[in-house]
Protein backbone atom coordinates (compact mmCIF):
# COMPACT_ATOMS: atom_id res chain seq x y z
CA UNK A 1 0.00 0.00 0.00
CA UNK A 2 1.42 3.50 -0.89
CA UNK A 3 0.96 6.48 0.79
CA UNK A 4 -1.88 7.29 -1.13
CA UNK A 5 -3.49 4.53 -0.75
CA UNK A 6 -3.37 4.43 3.01
CA UNK A 7 -4.43 8.59 3.59
CA UNK A 8 -7.47 6.92 1.29
CA UNK A 9 -8.19 3.59 2.93
CA UNK A 10 -6.79 4.43 6.60
CA UNK A 11 -6.37 7.72 7.73
CA UNK A 12 -9.26 9.04 6.12
CA UNK A 13 -11.93 6.47 7.24
CA UNK A 14 -9.96 6.40 11.15
CA UNK A 15 -10.75 10.39 11.04
CA UNK A 16 -14.23 9.97 10.31
CA UNK A 17 -14.86 7.32 13.01
CA UNK A 18 -12.88 9.41 14.68
CA UNK A 19 -15.04 12.88 14.54
CA UNK A 20 -18.26 10.86 15.29
CA UNK A 21 -17.03 9.80 18.17
CA UNK A 22 -18.37 13.03 20.34
CA UNK A 23 -21.81 12.06 19.02
CA UNK A 24 -21.63 8.70 19.77
CA UNK A 25 -20.91 9.43 23.55
CA UNK A 26 -24.05 11.80 23.04
CA UNK A 27 -25.91 9.20 22.01
CA UNK A 28 -24.98 7.18 24.27
CA UNK A 29 -25.35 8.81 27.11
CA UNK A 30 -29.04 9.91 26.05
CA UNK A 31 -29.63 5.68 25.81
CA UNK A 32 -28.75 5.17 29.26
CA UNK A 33 -29.99 8.37 30.37
CA UNK A 34 -26.81 10.21 31.52
CA UNK A 35 -27.40 13.67 30.19
CA UNK A 36 -27.88 15.55 33.65
CA UNK A 37 -31.28 16.88 34.70
CA UNK A 38 -31.07 19.39 31.63
CA UNK A 39 -29.88 17.05 28.43
CA UNK A 40 -31.52 19.20 26.14
CA UNK A 41 -29.10 22.13 27.46
CA UNK A 42 -26.09 19.61 27.44
CA UNK A 43 -26.90 18.39 23.63
CA UNK A 44 -27.27 22.23 22.99
CA UNK A 45 -23.69 22.75 24.82
CA UNK A 46 -22.29 19.60 23.45
CA UNK A 47 -23.09 19.64 19.65
CA UNK A 48 -22.30 23.58 19.59
CA UNK A 49 -18.93 23.01 21.31
CA UNK A 50 -17.91 20.58 19.14
CA UNK A 51 -19.09 22.24 15.85
CA UNK A 52 -16.10 25.53 16.85
CA UNK A 53 -14.15 23.29 17.67
CA UNK A 54 -13.66 21.48 14.16
CA UNK A 55 -14.09 25.03 13.21
CA UNK A 56 -11.16 25.66 14.86
CA UNK A 57 -9.57 22.07 13.84
CA UNK A 58 -10.23 22.82 10.49
CA UNK A 59 -8.26 26.30 10.67
CA UNK A 60 -5.04 24.48 12.28
CA UNK A 61 -4.63 22.68 9.09
CA UNK A 62 -2.84 24.34 6.84
CA UNK A 63 -0.20 26.25 9.19
CA UNK A 64 0.36 22.72 10.33
CA UNK A 65 1.19 21.74 7.43
CA UNK A 66 3.32 24.30 6.47
CA UNK A 67 5.32 23.80 9.45
CA UNK A 68 5.45 19.83 9.24
CA UNK A 69 5.85 19.65 5.21
CA UNK A 70 2.49 16.77 5.92
CA UNK A 71 1.36 17.14 2.52
CA UNK A 72 -1.28 14.90 3.22
CA UNK A 73 -2.50 17.35 5.26
CA UNK A 74 -4.44 19.06 3.00
CA UNK A 75 -7.01 15.75 1.80
CA UNK A 76 -8.39 15.85 5.51
CA UNK A 77 -9.47 19.32 5.47
CA UNK A 78 -12.47 19.10 3.82
CA UNK A 79 -13.61 16.07 5.96
CA UNK A 80 -13.25 18.24 8.99
CA UNK A 81 -14.92 21.65 7.80
CA UNK A 82 -17.93 19.50 7.08
CA UNK A 83 -17.85 17.68 10.20
CA UNK A 84 -17.84 20.60 11.62
CA UNK A 85 -20.55 22.31 9.86
CA UNK A 86 -22.44 18.78 10.79
CA UNK A 87 -21.99 19.63 14.28
CA UNK A 88 -23.14 23.38 13.98
CA UNK A 89 -26.32 21.31 11.94
CA UNK A 90 -27.16 19.44 14.68
CA UNK A 91 -26.46 22.43 17.03
CA UNK A 92 -29.15 24.63 15.33
CA UNK A 93 -31.35 21.61 14.93
CA UNK A 94 -31.74 21.20 18.80
CA UNK A 95 -32.79 24.82 18.98
CA UNK A 96 -35.54 24.88 16.07
CA UNK A 97 -36.83 21.90 17.48
CA UNK A 98 -36.29 21.64 20.89
CA UNK A 99 -35.69 25.07 22.48
CA UNK A 100 -37.94 26.86 20.07
CA UNK A 101 -40.10 24.27 18.92
CA UNK A 102 -40.93 25.58 15.18
CA UNK A 103 -42.29 28.69 16.70
CA UNK A 104 -41.24 31.76 14.26
CA UNK A 105 -42.22 34.25 16.12
CA UNK A 106 -39.80 33.08 18.95
CA UNK A 107 -36.80 32.84 16.82
CA UNK A 108 -37.13 36.06 14.94
CA UNK A 109 -37.56 37.78 18.25
CA UNK A 110 -34.45 35.81 19.49
CA UNK A 111 -32.72 36.74 16.03
CA UNK A 112 -33.31 40.63 15.94
CA UNK A 113 -33.12 40.67 20.00
CA UNK A 114 -30.41 38.61 21.16
CA UNK A 115 -27.16 39.27 20.19
CA UNK A 116 -25.44 35.90 20.39
CA UNK A 117 -28.21 34.37 18.66
CA UNK A 118 -27.54 36.83 15.88
CA UNK A 119 -24.46 36.02 16.15
CA UNK A 120 -24.58 32.16 15.70
CA UNK A 121 -27.66 32.67 13.33
CA UNK A 122 -25.31 34.47 11.11
CA UNK A 123 -22.38 32.09 11.38
CA UNK A 124 -24.84 29.27 10.58
CA UNK A 125 -25.75 30.80 7.43
CA UNK A 126 -21.84 31.85 6.34
CA UNK A 127 -21.50 27.89 6.46
CA UNK A 128 -24.02 26.59 4.32
CA UNK A 129 -22.01 28.50 1.38
CA UNK A 130 -18.47 26.57 2.58
CA UNK A 131 -20.18 23.73 2.78
CA UNK A 132 -22.01 23.60 -0.88
CA UNK A 133 -18.86 24.73 -1.84
CA UNK A 134 -16.81 22.15 -0.91
CA UNK A 135 -17.23 19.42 -3.68
CA UNK A 136 -14.53 19.21 -6.19
CA UNK A 137 -17.23 19.91 -9.17
CA UNK A 138 -17.68 23.14 -7.49
CA UNK A 139 -14.13 23.83 -6.80
CA UNK A 140 -13.61 23.55 -10.48
CA UNK A 141 -16.40 25.54 -11.13
CA UNK A 142 -15.54 28.47 -9.26
CA UNK A 143 -12.18 28.38 -10.21
CA UNK A 144 -9.28 28.15 -7.03
CA UNK A 145 -8.53 31.62 -6.70
CA UNK A 146 -12.60 32.37 -6.02
CA UNK A 147 -12.89 29.48 -4.28
CA UNK A 148 -9.85 30.53 -2.00
CA UNK A 149 -11.70 33.76 -1.59
CA UNK A 150 -14.70 32.45 -0.45
CA UNK A 151 -13.67 29.88 1.88
CA UNK A 152 -11.60 32.65 3.60
CA UNK A 153 -15.23 32.81 5.73
CA UNK A 154 -14.19 29.97 7.45
CA UNK A 155 -12.39 32.53 9.29
CA UNK A 156 -14.96 34.88 10.52
CA UNK A 157 -17.37 31.92 11.12
CA UNK A 158 -14.79 30.64 13.50
CA UNK A 159 -15.13 34.23 15.05
CA UNK A 160 -18.65 34.28 14.91
CA UNK A 161 -18.95 30.66 17.08
CA UNK A 162 -16.37 31.88 19.56
CA UNK A 163 -18.27 35.69 19.91
CA UNK A 164 -21.76 33.41 20.11
CA UNK A 165 -20.18 31.34 23.06
CA UNK A 166 -18.99 33.93 24.81
CA UNK A 167 -21.77 36.49 24.64
CA UNK A 168 -23.74 34.44 26.88
CA UNK A 169 -21.56 33.45 29.78
CA UNK A 170 -22.55 34.75 33.03
CA UNK A 171 -19.65 34.66 35.11
CA UNK A 172 -16.52 32.72 34.12
CA UNK A 173 -14.92 33.86 30.70
CA UNK A 174 -12.19 31.02 31.00
CA UNK A 175 -13.45 28.52 28.32
CA UNK A 176 -14.69 31.15 25.57
CA UNK A 177 -11.49 33.24 25.99
CA UNK A 178 -9.26 30.22 25.63
CA UNK A 179 -10.94 29.77 22.40
CA UNK A 180 -10.25 33.36 21.55
CA UNK A 181 -6.90 32.76 22.30
CA UNK A 182 -6.26 29.74 20.19
CA UNK A 183 -7.95 31.67 17.01
CA UNK A 184 -5.90 34.84 17.54
CA UNK A 185 -2.27 32.53 17.33
CA UNK A 186 -4.98 30.80 13.84
CA UNK A 187 -4.83 34.40 12.76
CA UNK A 188 -1.34 35.58 13.30
CA UNK A 189 -0.04 32.20 11.25
CA UNK A 190 -1.62 33.58 8.85
CA UNK A 191 -0.43 36.71 8.49
CA UNK A 192 1.93 36.71 5.34
CA UNK A 193 5.10 37.42 6.99
CA UNK A 194 4.80 35.00 9.53
CA UNK A 195 3.33 32.43 7.33
CA UNK A 196 6.94 32.16 5.23
CA UNK A 197 8.86 32.09 8.45
CA UNK A 198 6.65 29.16 9.93
CA UNK A 199 7.16 27.45 6.08
CA UNK A 200 11.08 28.42 6.54
CA UNK A 201 11.22 26.42 9.82
CA UNK A 202 11.21 23.53 8.14
CA UNK A 203 14.89 22.36 6.19
CA UNK A 204 15.96 25.15 4.25
CA UNK A 205 16.25 24.54 0.66
CA UNK A 206 12.48 23.05 0.73
CA UNK A 207 11.20 26.71 1.20
CA UNK A 208 10.49 27.04 -2.49
CA UNK A 209 8.03 23.86 -2.91
CA UNK A 210 6.66 24.56 0.56
CA UNK A 211 5.89 28.43 -0.73
CA UNK A 212 4.76 27.02 -3.87
CA UNK A 213 2.58 24.41 -2.79
CA UNK A 214 0.88 27.51 -0.42
CA UNK A 215 0.04 29.03 -3.92
CA UNK A 216 -1.69 25.88 -5.26
CA UNK A 217 -2.91 24.92 -2.50
CA UNK A 218 -7.06 24.85 -2.20
CA UNK B 1 -37.65 12.67 69.16
CA UNK B 2 -40.50 11.62 66.72
CA UNK B 3 -42.25 15.02 66.34
CA UNK B 4 -43.32 13.74 63.02
CA UNK B 5 -46.99 14.00 61.92
CA UNK B 6 -49.21 12.40 59.28
CA UNK B 7 -49.14 14.25 56.17
CA UNK B 8 -53.61 14.75 56.13
CA UNK B 9 -53.32 18.01 58.41
CA UNK B 10 -55.04 20.99 56.71
CA UNK B 11 -53.31 24.27 56.08
CA UNK B 12 -55.66 25.63 58.69
CA UNK B 13 -54.96 23.21 61.60
CA UNK B 14 -51.03 24.03 60.99
CA UNK B 15 -51.09 27.35 60.95
CA UNK B 16 -50.93 27.75 64.64
CA UNK B 17 -47.84 27.96 66.20
CA UNK B 18 -49.04 27.26 69.99
CA UNK B 19 -51.09 24.67 69.42
CA UNK B 20 -48.23 23.15 67.43
CA UNK B 21 -45.47 23.81 70.34
CA UNK B 22 -48.09 23.10 72.82
CA UNK B 23 -45.59 19.94 75.03
CA UNK B 24 -48.14 18.04 76.19
CA UNK B 25 -49.95 17.44 72.62
CA UNK B 26 -47.04 17.24 71.27
CA UNK B 27 -45.74 14.57 73.57
CA UNK B 28 -48.76 12.39 73.43
CA UNK B 29 -48.53 12.70 69.34
CA UNK B 30 -45.23 11.65 69.19
CA UNK B 31 -46.01 8.89 71.22
CA UNK B 32 -48.80 7.33 69.27
CA UNK B 33 -46.27 8.68 65.90
CA UNK B 34 -43.45 6.73 67.39
CA UNK B 35 -45.22 3.63 67.64
CA UNK B 36 -47.24 3.57 64.37
CA UNK B 37 -43.68 4.99 62.84
CA UNK B 38 -42.17 1.18 64.13
CA UNK B 39 -44.81 -0.37 61.89
CA UNK B 40 -45.47 2.11 58.87
CA UNK B 41 -42.72 4.95 58.25
CA UNK B 42 -43.61 5.85 55.02
CA UNK B 43 -47.32 7.16 56.31
CA UNK B 44 -45.78 8.97 58.45
CA UNK B 45 -43.65 11.48 56.66
CA UNK B 46 -44.15 14.67 54.68
CA UNK B 47 -45.65 13.61 51.33
CA UNK B 48 -42.50 14.86 49.35
CA UNK B 49 -40.13 12.11 51.46
CA UNK B 50 -42.61 9.34 50.16
CA UNK B 51 -42.33 10.10 46.89
CA UNK B 52 -38.52 9.82 46.56
CA UNK B 53 -37.51 7.09 44.54
CA UNK B 54 -34.49 5.28 46.56
CA UNK B 55 -31.18 5.74 44.50
CA UNK B 56 -27.42 4.78 45.52
CA UNK B 57 -27.02 8.89 46.42
CA UNK B 58 -25.89 9.31 49.96
CA UNK B 59 -28.47 11.63 51.85
CA UNK B 60 -28.78 14.14 54.07
CA UNK B 61 -30.52 12.82 57.59
CA UNK B 62 -34.15 13.30 57.70
CA UNK B 63 -35.91 16.05 59.81
CA UNK B 64 -38.09 15.32 62.49
CA UNK B 65 -41.33 17.05 62.93
CA UNK B 66 -42.08 18.71 59.39
CA UNK B 67 -45.61 19.53 58.91
CA UNK B 68 -46.93 20.37 55.82
CA UNK B 69 -46.79 23.99 55.09
CA UNK B 70 -49.22 26.92 53.42
CA UNK B 71 -48.82 28.00 49.45
CA UNK B 72 -47.56 24.63 48.44
CA UNK B 73 -47.60 23.47 44.79
CA UNK B 74 -49.74 20.66 43.75
CA UNK B 75 -47.28 20.11 40.53
CA UNK B 76 -44.94 17.63 40.82
CA UNK B 77 -41.82 17.58 42.12
CA UNK B 78 -38.18 17.32 41.05
CA UNK B 79 -35.91 14.80 41.37
CA UNK B 80 -33.86 14.53 44.37
CA UNK B 81 -31.10 13.37 42.25
CA UNK B 82 -31.68 16.26 40.06
CA UNK B 83 -32.84 19.00 42.88
CA UNK B 84 -29.28 18.09 44.70
CA UNK B 85 -26.88 17.55 41.49
CA UNK B 86 -28.18 20.96 38.88
CA UNK B 87 -28.18 24.13 40.02
CA UNK B 88 -26.09 27.24 40.87
CA UNK B 89 -24.41 27.58 43.56
CA UNK B 90 -20.79 29.76 42.49
CA UNK B 91 -18.95 29.40 45.65
CA UNK B 92 -18.87 26.17 44.72
CA UNK B 93 -17.88 26.31 40.67
CA UNK B 94 -19.58 27.55 37.57
CA UNK B 95 -21.08 24.00 36.34
CA UNK B 96 -24.44 23.04 37.16
CA UNK B 97 -22.94 19.32 38.84
CA UNK B 98 -20.22 21.49 40.41
CA UNK B 99 -22.02 22.02 43.74
CA UNK B 100 -22.68 18.19 44.31
CA UNK B 101 -18.91 17.42 43.37
CA UNK B 102 -16.88 20.47 45.67
CA UNK B 103 -19.10 20.88 48.42
CA UNK B 104 -17.87 17.63 50.51
CA UNK B 105 -15.07 19.82 52.49
CA UNK B 106 -17.94 22.04 53.43
CA UNK B 107 -18.84 21.81 56.92
CA UNK B 108 -22.39 23.52 57.52
CA UNK B 109 -21.94 22.48 61.65
CA UNK B 110 -21.22 24.75 63.85
CA UNK B 111 -23.47 27.36 62.65
CA UNK B 112 -24.09 31.17 63.74
CA UNK B 113 -26.14 33.68 62.15
CA UNK B 114 -24.69 37.01 62.98
CA UNK B 115 -27.84 39.65 63.48
CA UNK B 116 -27.09 43.59 63.44
CA UNK B 117 -28.43 46.78 62.11
CA UNK B 118 -31.33 48.49 62.87
CA UNK B 119 -32.80 45.86 65.32
CA UNK B 120 -33.18 45.89 68.69
CA UNK B 121 -32.09 41.93 69.44
CA UNK B 122 -28.36 41.86 67.64
CA UNK B 123 -26.31 39.23 68.16
CA UNK B 124 -25.18 35.52 67.13
CA UNK B 125 -27.50 33.08 67.36
CA UNK B 126 -26.83 29.84 67.01
CA UNK B 127 -28.51 27.70 64.18
CA UNK B 128 -30.73 25.61 66.83
CA UNK B 129 -31.67 29.20 68.53
CA UNK B 130 -33.02 30.32 65.21
CA UNK B 131 -34.85 27.48 64.31
CA UNK B 132 -35.85 25.55 67.60
CA UNK B 133 -39.08 27.76 68.32
CA UNK B 134 -40.48 27.64 64.85
CA UNK B 135 -42.21 24.29 63.61
CA UNK B 136 -40.41 23.18 60.09
CA UNK B 137 -43.06 23.35 57.47
CA UNK B 138 -42.81 21.71 54.12
CA UNK B 139 -43.69 24.19 51.39
CA UNK B 140 -43.25 23.00 47.74
CA UNK B 141 -42.39 25.93 45.91
CA UNK B 142 -41.90 26.28 41.99
CA UNK B 143 -38.56 27.58 41.58
CA UNK B 144 -37.30 29.73 38.69
CA UNK B 145 -34.32 30.79 37.45
CA UNK B 146 -32.94 33.33 35.42
CA UNK B 147 -31.49 31.35 32.96
CA UNK B 148 -34.71 30.71 31.93
CA UNK B 149 -35.04 26.74 33.45
CA UNK B 150 -37.59 26.08 36.31
CA UNK B 151 -37.74 23.19 39.08
CA UNK B 152 -40.29 22.28 42.04
CA UNK B 153 -38.87 22.08 45.49
CA UNK B 154 -40.04 20.76 48.54
CA UNK B 155 -38.35 22.95 50.82
CA UNK B 156 -38.36 21.85 54.65
CA UNK B 157 -37.88 25.63 56.70
CA UNK B 158 -39.75 28.21 58.79
CA UNK B 159 -41.82 31.22 57.84
CA UNK B 160 -39.15 34.20 57.43
CA UNK B 161 -41.08 37.03 58.48
CA UNK B 162 -41.49 35.66 62.13
CA UNK B 163 -38.46 35.06 62.51
CA UNK B 164 -37.45 38.32 61.84
CA UNK B 165 -39.38 40.08 64.03
CA UNK B 166 -38.22 38.38 66.88
CA UNK B 167 -34.59 40.26 66.13
CA UNK B 168 -37.24 43.32 66.82
CA UNK B 169 -36.20 45.09 63.88
CA UNK B 170 -37.00 48.49 64.54
CA UNK B 171 -38.98 52.15 62.04
CA UNK B 172 -35.42 52.48 60.47
CA UNK B 173 -35.46 49.17 58.93
CA UNK B 174 -36.57 49.38 55.61
CA UNK B 175 -34.46 46.33 53.82
CA UNK B 176 -32.78 43.30 55.49
CA UNK B 177 -29.58 42.12 53.80
CA UNK B 178 -28.27 38.74 53.85
CA UNK B 179 -24.60 37.41 53.20
CA UNK B 180 -22.92 33.99 52.38
CA UNK B 181 -20.29 32.36 54.17
CA UNK B 182 -16.95 33.68 53.36
CA UNK B 183 -14.40 29.90 53.69
CA UNK B 184 -12.28 29.40 50.54
CA UNK B 185 -11.22 26.60 51.97
CA UNK B 186 -14.38 24.94 52.03
CA UNK B 187 -16.02 26.63 49.04
CA UNK B 188 -13.49 26.12 46.24
CA UNK B 189 -15.14 28.38 44.14
CA UNK B 190 -14.36 31.69 46.51
CA UNK B 191 -10.51 31.16 45.07
CA UNK B 192 -11.61 32.77 41.99
CA UNK B 193 -12.76 36.02 41.35
CA UNK B 194 -15.85 36.01 38.82
CA UNK B 195 -18.13 37.45 41.24
CA UNK B 196 -16.78 39.41 44.08
CA UNK B 197 -17.50 37.55 47.36
CA UNK B 198 -19.21 37.20 49.92
CA UNK B 199 -22.43 36.49 47.81
CA UNK B 200 -24.90 39.13 49.18
CA UNK B 201 -28.25 39.88 48.45
CA UNK B 202 -31.24 42.26 50.05
CA UNK B 203 -34.64 42.09 50.17
CA UNK B 204 -36.91 45.42 51.13
CA UNK B 205 -38.61 44.83 54.22
CA UNK B 206 -42.37 44.23 53.20
CA UNK B 207 -40.42 41.38 50.65
CA UNK B 208 -38.78 39.84 53.62
CA UNK B 209 -41.80 39.48 56.34
CA UNK B 210 -44.25 38.67 52.65
CA UNK B 211 -45.79 34.86 54.35
CA UNK B 212 -44.61 33.28 51.53
CA UNK B 213 -40.84 33.68 52.13
CA UNK B 214 -39.02 30.96 53.41
CA UNK B 215 -35.88 30.39 55.33
CA UNK B 216 -35.49 26.99 54.24
CA UNK B 217 -33.27 24.21 56.10
CA UNK B 218 -34.20 21.33 54.20
CA UNK B 219 -35.08 19.61 51.63
CA UNK B 220 -37.70 16.44 50.56
CA UNK B 221 -38.18 16.11 54.66
CA UNK B 222 -34.05 15.78 54.80
CA UNK B 223 -31.53 18.60 56.25
CA UNK B 224 -30.22 20.69 53.24
CA UNK B 225 -27.54 19.21 51.11
CA UNK B 226 -24.25 21.41 51.31
CA UNK B 227 -24.54 21.69 47.46
CA UNK B 228 -28.18 23.35 48.03
CA UNK B 229 -27.20 26.10 50.54
CA UNK B 230 -26.53 24.45 54.30
CA UNK B 231 -27.68 24.64 56.63
CA UNK B 232 -29.93 27.52 56.21
CA UNK B 233 -31.11 29.29 53.56
CA UNK B 234 -33.61 32.22 51.94
CA UNK B 235 -36.19 30.96 49.38
CA UNK B 236 -38.22 33.81 47.78
CA UNK B 237 -40.23 31.93 45.22
CA UNK B 238 -41.30 35.08 43.13
CA UNK B 239 -38.13 35.86 42.61
CA UNK B 240 -35.24 34.64 40.03
CA UNK B 241 -33.37 31.72 41.85
CA UNK B 242 -30.36 33.90 42.27
CA UNK B 243 -31.94 35.84 45.37
CA UNK B 244 -32.48 33.16 47.03
CA UNK B 245 -29.23 33.39 48.95
CA UNK B 246 -27.68 29.99 50.60
CA UNK B 247 -25.50 29.42 53.87
CA UNK B 248 -26.53 32.32 55.00
CA UNK B 249 -24.26 33.63 57.97
CA UNK B 250 -25.03 37.63 58.46
CA UNK B 251 -28.51 39.30 58.53
CA UNK B 252 -28.78 42.66 58.86
CA UNK B 253 -31.82 45.13 59.04
CA UNK B 254 -30.77 48.65 57.03
CA UNK B 255 -32.34 51.58 56.32
CA UNK B 256 -30.89 51.95 52.38
CA UNK B 257 -31.20 49.47 49.92
CA UNK B 258 -28.27 46.88 50.41
CA UNK B 259 -26.10 45.78 47.73
CA UNK B 260 -26.79 42.44 45.82
CA UNK B 261 -24.17 40.27 43.97
CA UNK B 262 -25.50 39.72 40.62
CA UNK B 263 -26.62 43.33 40.85
CA UNK B 264 -23.23 44.64 41.01
CA UNK B 265 -21.71 42.73 38.58
CA UNK B 266 -24.00 43.46 36.05
CA UNK B 267 -26.14 46.60 36.81
CA UNK B 268 -28.03 46.30 33.41
CA UNK B 269 -28.67 42.32 33.25
CA UNK B 270 -29.93 41.68 37.31
CA UNK B 271 -32.38 43.93 39.29
CA UNK B 272 -32.18 44.34 42.80
CA UNK B 273 -35.81 43.12 42.94
CA UNK B 274 -35.66 40.51 40.04
CA UNK B 275 -39.18 39.55 40.71
CA UNK B 276 -40.04 36.62 37.76
CA UNK B 277 -41.75 38.73 34.78
CA UNK B 278 -41.96 37.03 31.47
CA UNK B 279 -42.18 40.59 30.06
CA UNK B 280 -39.11 41.84 31.07
CA UNK B 281 -36.25 40.05 29.07
CA UNK B 282 -32.46 39.26 29.98
CA UNK B 283 -30.97 41.80 27.87
CA UNK B 284 -29.00 38.71 26.44
CA UNK B 285 -32.20 35.86 26.79
CA UNK B 286 -35.74 36.05 26.86
CA UNK B 287 -37.44 35.32 29.87
CA UNK B 288 -40.89 34.48 27.94
CA UNK B 289 -40.52 31.01 28.49
CA UNK B 290 -38.54 28.49 30.45
CA UNK B 291 -37.26 24.51 30.97
CA UNK B 292 -39.01 22.71 33.89
CA UNK B 293 -36.33 19.83 34.66
CA UNK B 294 -38.17 16.68 33.69
CA UNK B 295 -39.80 18.42 30.46
CA UNK B 296 -38.07 18.82 26.84
CA UNK B 297 -40.60 21.54 25.70
CA UNK B 298 -40.31 25.18 27.26
CA UNK B 299 -43.13 26.24 28.88
CA UNK B 300 -44.70 29.93 29.25
CA UNK B 301 -43.36 31.90 32.52
CA UNK B 302 -45.65 33.39 34.52
CA UNK B 303 -45.67 36.57 36.09
CA UNK B 304 -44.47 36.43 39.88
CA UNK B 305 -43.51 33.37 39.31
CA UNK B 306 -47.37 32.19 39.73
CA UNK B 307 -47.45 34.12 42.62
CA UNK B 308 -49.03 36.68 42.03
CA UNK B 309 -51.65 36.70 44.31
CA UNK B 310 -49.48 36.71 47.63
CA UNK B 311 -46.91 39.84 46.45
CA UNK B 312 -48.46 41.66 43.61
CA UNK B 313 -49.63 43.84 45.69
CA UNK B 314 -46.48 44.70 47.34
CA UNK B 315 -45.38 46.55 43.75
CA UNK B 316 -48.76 47.93 42.73
CA UNK B 317 -47.25 52.06 41.53
CA UNK B 318 -44.25 50.48 40.31
CA UNK B 319 -43.17 50.05 37.13
CA UNK B 320 -41.80 46.85 36.92
CA UNK B 321 -39.94 47.29 33.42
CA UNK B 322 -37.66 50.01 34.94
CA UNK B 323 -37.50 48.54 38.47
CA UNK B 324 -36.96 44.75 37.49
Partial sequence: MNQQQFIGRVLKPAIFALALVPLALLVWNAWIGELGANPIETITRETGGWGLKFLIITLFVTPLRRISGWQWLARIRRMLGLFAFFYVCLHFLTYLVLDAFFDLRYILEDITDRTYITLGFTTFLLLIPLAVTSTNAMVRRLGGQRWRRLHKLAYVTAAGGVLHFLWQVKADLREPLIYMGVLLLLYLARLPMLADRLARLRAPGREEKASAARRVAI | ??????????????????????????????????????????????????????????????????????????????????????????????????????????????????????????????????????????????????????????????????????????????????????????????????????????????????????????????????????????????????????????????????????????????????????????????????????????????????YGEQVASMYSGMDLKKLY
Fill in chain 2, 1 to 306: MLIRRPDDIKSSEITDESVYLDRRRFMRRAAGVATASALAPAMLLPRSVSALTTDSAAKSPLLDGVIDGPFSTDEGPTPYKDVTRYNNFYEFGTGKRDPATHSGRFKPRPWKVKVLGECDNPGDYDFDDIIKSHALQERIYRLRCVEAWSMVVPWVGVPLGPVLKRFQPNSKAKYVAFRTLFRPDEMPGQERGYLDWPYVEGLRIDEAMNPLALLAVGLYGRELPNQNGAPIRLVVPWKYGFKSIKSVVTIRFTEEQPPATWNLQAPGEYGFYSNVNPEVNHPRWSQRRERRIGDILKRDTLMFNG
